[in-house]
């Protein structure tokens, strides 16, 4: 669904490979992340320098190896540095390639998953977020320990918002945000 879907299904016409659906609800999105045997992130060029894409981690933590277009240097290409392969925005046969290069190299492929997904669990889960903001404003807390769970609002970060506001002020909690996050 969207403003592009008509001109999307009219460029696929005929291709046996693809398939469009429409709006699937959100306790699908394991169950679809998992089908695939490569994720394609395609970005327009300077789309990368401005906004790390949300369904990147989606894609990651699903233990499938992510092709991505990027700059070079941007937060994208960083994190997919061992977790992915990166294209120069625009380069279709470089995305060409890539992507098949995965899908006929399936231990290359699945090398990647596997390095994508323990970058997710390592880098971005909520309690390690936590955990980080914490050691910031110099609260003594117990070591990370594997197999631990941490239950948070459906929001995400906003007690990590909350936290650094209070201890920073409006201003420079949102500036120091994304140091968190990272």
Do not use: C
Not at 46 to 64: F, R
Not at 127 to 141: I, K, M, N, T, W
């Amino acid at each position: 669904d969207g403003a592009a879907r008509m001109d999307l299904e009219a460029q696929a016409a005929g291709l046996p490979n693809v398939i469009f659906l429409p709006l699937q609800p959100a306790d699908k999105l394991n169950q679809l992340l998992n089908i695939a045997d490569v994720h394609v992130l395609p970005q327009k060029e300077n789309a990368a320098d401005l906004v790390m894409p949300s369904k990147l981690l989606g894609m990651l933590a699903s233990g499938k190896a992510v092709v991505a277009t990027a700059n070079p240097h941007t937060e994208l290409a960083n994190v997919l540095d061992q977790a992915g392969v990166v294209v120069q925005p625009g380069d279709v046969d470089g995305l060409y390639r890539a992507i098949r290069k995965l899908l006929q190299d399936q231990e290359l492929a699945e090398r990647i998953g596997r390095t994508g997904r323990a970058g997710v669990t390592e880098r971005w889960s909520q309690a390690r977020a936590e955990y980080r903001l914490a050691l910031s404003l110099h609260v003594d807390l117990p070591e990370l320990a594997h197999g631990a769970a941490l239950f948070a609002d459906i929001s995400g970060f906003t007690p990590l918002t909350e936290a650094l506001t209070r201890a920073l002020g409006l201003r420079r909690g949102a500036e120091e945000l994304p140091l968190y996050l990272n």
